[in-house]
């Protein structure tokens, strides 16, 4: 699908246009998404361009993504998609800005795509061209990855709570301690997931705005300025993802050590348990001899003189691990 927007006075306005028609001469963002090869066609044509394909989007080094050709700056960026489905994941997205042109090439429908179409309305005065939609874009996938620190850093406190306050997981007596770190590991996997796209995603968007500010492409300084921003806060968000993913690690190996002492604790009932029933069945297999005499066995009394003992070697020993504290 091809959506062409032109600048008006409440911000850029998309144009209606048929299949055919030709593509008007004040369109300002040219955008692809999914594009058929008759829209790829007609793009390339007008603009004078080559549209790199599905597959050379994908291509991870920086002559492939990043280069300047005929006049055009072609940026690839890896954007992290999906996030509020149960399987994110990691797209690539292509700005190609030539002349007073941009267009976008694209196989998703990011949230921030939409979020930049409705804010360019509220604030046409930020986009007035088309180097300045770029750095709007960009901007917006920015703050959308902001969204995903944030979000992993609320989960991750929220993971850390329940680890540490077991008195919150004690307290809820329907609901068993093996199934709650379960979903706790859960959790901790997706954040980890998201981190990690995050991180991804903020290591290619620093890429290109350095590859950027250093091309030849005539820029307003207002644009650079706005560049220069965006490469600073994605330095400093990719620090902060760095840290949570380190703290991440620690709540994931603290969470496997609260799992390894409540099976420790599990095989130290079972070794209890062990104890105090040895000493009643010693005695017991002591009564249940096949011998002609065995003493008391004949008497009135003998047989709750046994049961006697066998509750007694029992209590002893629970008696005796209650004193040293080991229960």
Known sequence: MLSVYCLASAGLRRIE???????????????????????????EARLGLDIPTREEMREIESSSRLYEEEGALYLTATVVTKLDTALPENAEITFILKGSRLVTNRYVDPLPFRRFVGYSERHPQANTNAQAVLAGLI??????IADVIERVGSDIDSASADIFNRQRLLA?????SERDFRKLLERIGQSGELIAKARESLASLARLLAFAQQSTIAMSPEVRTRLRTLS??????????????TNLNFVLDATLGMINIDQNNILKIFSVVTV???????????FGMNFQHIPTSQQPWGFWAAIGLMVLSAVIPWAFFRQRRWL
């Open 17 to 43: 246009r048929n299949q055919d028609a030709p593509l008007p001469e004040e369109a300002v963002w040219l955008d692809l998404l999914e594009p058929t090869v008759e829209e790829e066609r007609l793009v």
């Open 172 to 176: 809820d007596k329907h609901r068993r």
């Open 139 to 144: 901007e917006s996938i920015v703050n959308r």
């Open 276 to 286: 105090f029933l040895l000493p009643p069945s010693v005695i017991g297999a002591i």
């Open 232 to 245: 600073k806060d994605v330095v400093a968000m990719s620090d902060h993802a760095s840290f949570l993913a």
